[in-house]
């Protein structure tokens, strides 16, 4: 009888391998390798790196409203493959030139779809693809993440709201809960991207890219499980201006079955792994770049990036003049002042400009003549950008961006979009390609992680999504310097970040307080500076007050000196959560900028990507009493040493930033 039993096993195991196929692309390097399973019932995909196991065997479908699936009881049509090598062109990004290398399987399946598998040296994506000419609605998406092991993760809750639908209207700011997986807190989303520590000290991260027309992935792990499953918000049916900060969201009071709706043919988003085997490979990484679609704007001439002086953070407490600061056009003709004598190419016109809750861009408050403004601005050559709440910008986009576009506006500072479902998706690329037609930047505040529309319409610069230092205005519990620390290895692998540095206070661990009007950064002077390197923003804002910089007229050249894209980069150091290194550079001169934790440190840097030759250093480091002050800071002009070795000192919540040249 157990001959029998175990003949009649074997049997059926038999059968069940030669019902399975299995299917295999590896990167270029042959370290990545994704294996994909297909049998009668389901599709599932592995990814190997080195032979350590990354993603155990994980179930992906799209379930369609019709009864009907894509990777439900498939059957493989055909398999292609392909081998891609070549340049991306990135002129506003952390280097000019990308190399895209990677090698692609197509699998071709009865029923009018397929699925695109990518082997990175760097990690693995796959994506699925309609390919029928039918309309059709997406029920939901089954995105699995086996990770096999309860590894230790970073993970970035959604702040606010007990069930799934309170968490899909947030804000997609946080800091990171550093726990095992298995005690993932089961009714909790997290958004993307999320860190875990992986088998051999591999680091693995999960996003996704090329988000376009369909609802961002949230993660969650209801079981407490090794394995996070994809999340969806389904699709608004009623909207109502409403809720939250002076009603300037969209909030759902009703939504359809299903969480997509496409025309036929679509590219779905890719659902991205990354992959490291060493901490600082994280800080630069362009997979999210390479895998969002090219450029739709032929002619990117006249997008400019750059600094923007910025009045809200700092509350509009200019001091020194004689007049009342404030919401009117003489603080804001002071900002203009002081953005032209520092060569500052922005100022921006935060909350306040528009009558307040009336959302409709078209009524501008008594105390701003605009078009005085503007073309002051424009006689000290800067240009100004203009903050809009979404509801207000969403309900007459067009007209909005005509207007302005024709006054001599620049762009727009778009905020409190808090949500990503398929709608949403769509705002942002309906007002990127709407600001791109009247040639103006914008700047996604109060918006989730980007996911590459930045390289589709290089117009956007820049995209919040992230715990940046307006938290500082009112948090007493953040821990902001360890945050700093972290996100360069996680939020920043998802694209730039409106983070909005550069206070003039800065206090050490024991003194920061949480002041709304008159606000503080934690750590040292030299942190902030380093941020300008080190956080990636094409448009970067200098959230302290113009009377402040004055005052520190050293630290503001600096930092007006620094640029906001680059033509290269290179990783220094790194270990998260503890510190970073990172050097920049643009035309001939170098940037360095390295932060720390809460922990005083000494680090050894290998310059030798300078080349041969002498180079000289501009470098702000921390003072001796910066432990005590944390405005306290040393600048000095140095000969980098003939063995291209350099070491600093950072003090607790410190930094350090070097500008170099050659001789």
């Known amino acids: 009888m157990k001959q029998t039993l175990f003949c009649l096993l074997l049997l059926n195991f038999s059968l069940y391998a030669i019902a399975q196929k299995n299917y295999v692309v590896k990167s270029p390097d042959e370290r990545v390798q994704v294996i994909v399973s297909v049998d009668k019932e389901q599709v599932k995909y592995q990814i190997l790196h080195e032979g350590d196991v990354i993603i155990r065997p994980s179930t992906i479908a799209m379930q369609l409203s019709n009864g009907k699936g894509f990777g439900i009881r498939p059957t493989v049509r055909s398999t292609k493959s392909y081998n891609i090598k070549q340049q991306i062109s990135s002129p506003i990004y952390k280097r000019s030139q ?62 606010i709201g007990k069930t799934f639908e309170q968490q899909f209207f947030n804000s997609f700011e ?131 990036p750059g600094k923007v002086a910025w009045d809200w953070w700092n509350n509009w407490n200019i001091y020194g003049v004689d007049f009342k600061s404030g919401i009117n056009n003489e603080t804001y003709q002071y900002y203009i002042d002081f953005a032209s004598a520092n060569h500052i190419e922005y100022v921006i016109l935060d909350e306040g400009w528009a009558v307040n809750k009336k959302a409709d ?23 100004l950008i203009l903050w809009a709440g979404y509801h207000a910008f969403n309900r007459d986009m067009e007209n909005v961006c005509r207007h302005y576009a024709d006054m001599g506006i620049k762009g727009f500072k778009i905020d409190f979009m808090n949500r990503d479902d398929q709608e949403m998706v769509d705002f942002y690329y309906k007002s990127a390609a709407v600001a791109a037609k009247y040639k103006l930047l914008v700047d996604f505040h109060g918006a989730y992680k980007p996911t590459g ?5 290089p117009n956007v610069m820049n995209f919040e999504g992230v715990n940046g230092l307006e938290q500082l205005k009112w948090d007493k519990d953040v821990d902001q310097v360890t945050y700093d620390v972290t996100i360069p290895f996680i939020r920043q692998l998802a694209g730039p970040m409106d983070y909005t540095q550069g206070a003039m206070h800065n206090a050490i661990k024991r003194e920061y307080a949480p002041v709304y009007a008159n606000p503080m ?36 050249d600096f930092i007006a000196a620094v640029p906001t894209v680059w033509d290269e980069t290179v990783v220094l150091n790194g270990k998260i959560a503890q510190y970073t290194v990172i050097a920049r550079k643009k035309d001939a001169t170098w940037y360095v900028g390295a932060l720390t934790n809460w922990d005083k440190r000494a680090l050894e840097l290998d310059l030798d990507f300078l080349g041969a030759g002498n180079y000289r250093a501009e ?44 001789n």
Not at 453 to 457: G, I, V
Request: glycine residues 6%; aromatic residues 12%; contains cysteine.
């Open 98 to 159: 990308i190399e895209d290398y990677y090698n692609e399987m197509e699998i071709k399946f009865k029923g009018d779809y397929l699925l695109l598998f990518r082997a990175y040296n760097e990690g693995a994506a796959y994506r699925f693809v309609s390919t029928g000419k039918k309309e059709f609605t997406v029920a939901n998406e089954i995105a699995e993440f086996n990770l096999g092991s309860n590894y230790p993760a970073y993970i970035p809750y959604v702040k």
């Open 174 to 304: 946080n800091t990171y809960t550093y726990t095992p997986i298995s005690q993932w807190e089961s009714q909790k989303l997290a958004f993307l991207p999320i860190l875990m520590e992986g088998v051999n000290g591999k680091k693995i991260a999960i996003t996704e890219a090329d988000l376009e027309h369909y609802p961002g992935m949230f993660l969650c792990n209801e079981d407490a499980s090794n394995t996070l499953k994809g999340v969806f918000a389904p699709y608004p049916k009623t909207v109502e201006q409403g809720s939250g900060y002076n009603n300037l969201q969209g909030v759902i009071k009703e939504r359809e079955p299903y969480i997509a709706k496409s025309s036929g043919p679509q590219q779905f988003p890719w659902r991205v792994v990354i992959v490291s085997t060493k901490d600082r490979e994280l800080l630069d990484n362009d997979l999210v770049y390479k895998l969002a679609a090219p450029s739709r704007i032929e002619d990117v001439a006249w997008i400019k």
């Open 361 to 383: 861009l078209m009524q501008v408050v008594p105390e701003i003549d605009l078009v005085a403004l503007t073309k002051y601005a424009r006689s000290k050559q800067v240009g």
């Open 453 to 457: 529309l930045q390289r589709t319409y």
């Open 521 to 556: 950064s934690q750590g040292t002077r030299c942190r902030q500076l380093a941020t300008y390197i080190i956080f990636e923003s094409p448009l970067n804002m200098l959230c302290d007050n113009p009377s402040n910089y004055m005052k520190e007229q050293e630290c503001t």
């Open 619 to 662: 470098i702000f480091k921390d003072g001796v009493n910066a432990n005590k002050v944390g405005m306290d800071y040393k600048r000095e002009i140095i000969d980098v040493p003939a063995n291209k070795r350099l070491t600093i000192s950072m003090a607790p919540g410190g930094g350090f930033v070097a500008r170099i040249i050659k």
